[in-house]
């Protein structure tokens, strides 16, 4: 047999024995289903049966007292009609509080955390003598847990013997102390305050990670070059980790809308900070309106829910350079 018949041969029999491209698609998506199979039944039994269960409910006028008994009711506890006045949810002003306030603690928590996260991640990403210590000491409020930091939190805010008023006092900077969780004027913000500092550091984790994966090349040429370092940070770090800004920034405000914990422990039921989670949490519990408390449930779920695929839309067409 000549060189090239051998040549075509071994050439050949790889090709006849490979698996056709569309048959191995098809089997790598049927194991990867497979592998996915026991979460997704996971996911079912701990999240999906509740949630439908409090979708039911939102229907129905049950309370705790009456939980097997519950009626259907249709959309009453959303929004109704009655001798010229509107009842429901949607109705209420206390919810539409809630909304308020659980928008306004979203945007500026979120956008005070970037910017803070952004130039920690900055700095940590620096070389410099003990940055091993440093990023290890940056991550402690974010490894306490929230209960734990937002009770420690109320301690120092007491209008009385919390040892912020006592600094700034001695400091010159007060003259009185204040009532940081009790003043409707100062009490989101003391909320605010309290989460950014426990969430600043994860914020500052993931866009330093980010920053790790940049190639090196870019900075060597702007270096070479002479190019200022805002000017490379505006053109070449911030669009390289853009995609990891919206990840985080995502996180973030998935958990920001639904902040229950701190408010909560800071303030208790307090109609100045009361985010949409402790409005439920207040119907369901105190107020044993089963029905109620779950069409305010409902209705944060469905708000998260669209402006999370709404805010995973826009961000995608930014990527794609639509926007």
């Known amino acids: ?47 999906g049966w509740p949630l439908l269960r409090t979708i039911w409910f939102s229907f129905t006028d049950a309370s705790f007292s009456t939980l097997h008994e519950a009626h259907f009711i249709g959309l009453e506890n959303y929004l109704s009609y009655d001798d010229g006045e509107w009842y429901g949810v ?57 209960i734990v930091s937002a009770k420690m939190w109320s301690w120092m805010l007491h209008d009385q013997f919390g040892i912020l008023n006592h600094l700034l006092i001695s400091l010159g900077i007060l003259d009185a102390p204040l009532a940081w969780t009790a003043n409707s004027s100062l009490s989101l913000w003391a909320v605010v305050m309290v989460d950014v500092w426990k969430t ?27 190019i200022h370092p805002v000017r490379v940070f505006f053109r070449v770090t911030l669009p390289l980790i853009t995609p990891a800004l919206l990840v985080a920034v995502t996180f973030r405000v998935l958990d920001a809308l639904r902040v229950f914990d701190v408010i909560y422990v800071l303030t208790s039921n307090s109609a100045d900070t009361m985010s949409m989670s402790v ?8 107020f044993q309106e089963v029905g109620y408390g779950s ?29």
């Open 90 to 146: 949607l109705a209420d002003p206390q919810w539409w509080g809630a909304v308020r306030n659980t928008l306004f603690f979203t945007l500026v928590s979120v956008s005070l955390e970037l910017v803070l996260g952004m130039v920690f991640a900055l700095v940590l990403n620096a070389r410099f003598p003990g940055r091993a210590l440093v990023r290890a000491a940056v991550l402690i409020p974010w490894a306490i847990p929230t």
């Open 295 to 323: 069409a305010a449930s409902t209705l944060l779920f469905l708000f998260i829910a669209l402006l999370t695929l709404a805010w995973l839309y826009l961000g995608r067409k930014r990527m794609q350079g639509d926007l």
């Open 200 to 226: 600043t550091p994860f914020m500052a984790l993931l866009i330093l990670a980010a920053l790790q994966m940049l190639p090196s090349d870019c900075y060597e040429a702007a270096r070479v070059d002479g």
């Open 1 to 47: 047999m000549s060189t090239s018949a051998t040549d075509k041969l071994r050439t050949a029999a790889p090709a006849a024995s490979a698996p056709p491209k569309g048959r191995l698609s098809r089997t790598r998506v049927r194991a990867a289903w497979l592998f996915l199979l026991p979460m997704l039944v996971v996911l079912l039994l701990v999240a």
């Open 279 to 286: 409005f439920a949490r207040q119907q369901l519990v105190e």
